[in-house]
């Protein structure tokens, strides 16, 4: 049951050999055996999960299931509210903290029949690539456990490949959904900007971030953005665009789809493993019908370096809040407001955090916001004006989603090597285009690689489309790893 997609177990349910209680307490008890090792899990929501799983049996016995993810049990990065359930992300600064409503995403997906079995471990305020600056624990990689899952909704994605949970949810804003389910050897799909609400998502950067799912096939990932995309009045970036039937979309295959491969999608120091699994998987796609042609991104190269200009920036200004006034931790002794808030944040960030709002506070700052934030913002201009132009000469593109497989916990120490495994990540958060992370083969040493698709704003379908097409005619999906 663990190892089933969320397609299958719905199905199984409405032909009554397996019921949501039975799910949910084999997930239950894999976390109970696994994670202590893998440490995916921030807090588990055992009675509640229960309690949900209960509610969908009697659906299911009334003949009268919710929909197709009626029952399923899903995890949530812990950047994401969730009423009268700890949401610290990550974060001794949120250590405790309960809030008093949902976020949207799980508003819907609590409607929709979804059992939440816990909130997932995160890098602290989702500022990371490899679940290593988590505050409370890192993260182990199911394939490999000496290695990184990704991050940094590292958490749900290792939950997702390990069995213990069916699919879930995360945020990418530089990447932190794409590159740890590259990572893992799961599905990791970033929608459209605005596509989905952000209501009731802990900020860090405002214009990109985005939540998104972990899934097993990407069918799953197709029912779980119809369930979480859609208009929301109290996200006032929120799309109001009609929403597919993302499912429906997924059979037509890739026969006459136009795909570009960008040259500075591979780069000097790319693993050869990753490249050439990738383009394998390209003539695979040759092979199903797609036209591939090269393409050029100039833009890309200086992409990274935009993106950590904006994406501290926007840290900097979000993270003011927590000043150890209004929520969260204040620390005890001060002699005035300026030493406990100096004090709170002191102790409340890790050193990841601190960096990311430093850099941001001093590229606002007066004299330099022209100079690095206002031309940082120019060549994100650029970087959009590149796949446009690309966009009007193929339907989709085509790329590895990352530089190299999952590193070892520990290996990245230098901030620099760490954010250059965000590389080819990054353009499509700062240009808002849907993308998906699905796999597409696996390293000598068996750890995998993910392939990526990134399409047109609000053409999720046609990204759903070529990653379903092509995961229909590989293997990959079936491939789990064996924890004991």
């Not at 602290?124 to 394939?143: Q, V, Y």
């Not at 699919?167 to 990572?183: C, E, V, Y």
């Not at 993106?307 to 969260?328: C, F, M, T």
């Not at 709170?344 to 050193?351: D, I």
Request: glycine share 10%.
């Amino acid at each position: 049951m663990t190892g089933t997609p969320i397609h299958e177990l719905t199905e199984a349910y409405r032909r009554s050999e397996s019921t949501p209680t039975a799910a949910t307490e084999a997930f239950l008890a894999r976390i109970a055996r696994l994670d202590g090792e893998l440490g995916a899990y921030l807090t588990v929501t055992r009675e509640q999960a229960l309690r949900a799983a209960a509610d969908a049996d009697a659906r299911y016995r009334a003949g009268k299931p919710l929909g197709p993810l009626d029952g399923a049990p899903l995890v949530y990065k812990d950047v994401l509210c969730t009423r009268g359930v700890t949401t610290t992300c990550g974060s001794r600064m949120l250590e405790g903290f309960v809030p008093p409503y949902d976020a949207t995403v799980i508003a819907r997906l609590t409607a929709a029949g979804a059992v939440m079995l816990g909130k997932g471990n995160m890098d602290e305020f989702a500022m990371g690539s490899s679940t290593e600056h988590s505050a409370f624990k890192p993260t182990r990689n199911p394939w490999d456990l000496t290695r990184v899952p990704g991050g940094s909704s590292g958490g749900p994605a290792a939950a997702v490949a390990a069995g213990l949970a069916a699919g879930g949810l995360g945020t990418d804003t530089g990447g932190s959904i794409r590159q740890p389910a590259a990572f893992c050897g799961v599905v990791g799909l970033k929608p459209t900007y605005g596509r989905v609400s952000r209501y009731g998502l802990v900020a860090f950067g405002s214009s990109l971030d985005h939540i998104g799912p972990f899934a097993r096939d990407v069918t799953d990932a197709a029912l779980l953005l119809r369930a979480i995309a859609g208009a929301d009045p109290r996200d006032a970036t929120c799309l109001t665009a009609p929403v597919p039937d993302y499912a429906a979309a997924l059979a037509p295959g890739v026969q006459g789809l136009r795909l570009g491969l960008p040259d500075e999608y591979f780069i000097e120091g790319m693993d050869a493993e990753v490249e050439r699994t990738v383009r394998t998987a390209v003539d695979v796609l040759r092979g199903l019908g797609a036209t591939v042609e090269r393409i050029s991104l100039p833009a890309t190269p200086h992409a990274l370096a935009t993106y950590y200009v904006i994406a501290p920036a926007e840290a900097s200004s979000n993270l003011a809040r927590y000043d150890g006034v209004k929520y969260g931790l204040r620390v005890a002794g001060a002699k005035d407001l300026v030493e406990m808030s100096s004090r709170t944040r002191a102790v409340g960030f890790g050193a990841e955090v601190k960096r990311r709002i430093m850099l941001g506070t001093y590229v606002l700052s007066s004299g330099y916001y022209e100079a690095y934030y206002g031309r940082a913002q120019k060549v994100r201009t650029l970087v959009r004006r590149d796949f446009d132009a690309a966009f009007g000469r193929v339907d989709l593109i085509v790329a590895p989603m990352t530089p190299n497989v999952a590193f070892k916990h520990g290996e990245k120490e230098d901030p620099l090597s760490m954010y250059l495994n965000d590389v080819f990540a990054v353009p499509a958060d700062m240009t808002g285009l849907p993308a998906i992370s699905v796999p597409c083969g696996f390293s000598a040493e068996g750890l995998p690689i993910g392939l990526q698709f990134i399409g047109k704003a609000l053409d999720e379908a046609s990204v759903l489309r070529a990653a379903y097409a092509y995961e229909q005619a590989t293997p990959w999906r079936a491939r789990r790893p064996s924890p004991a």
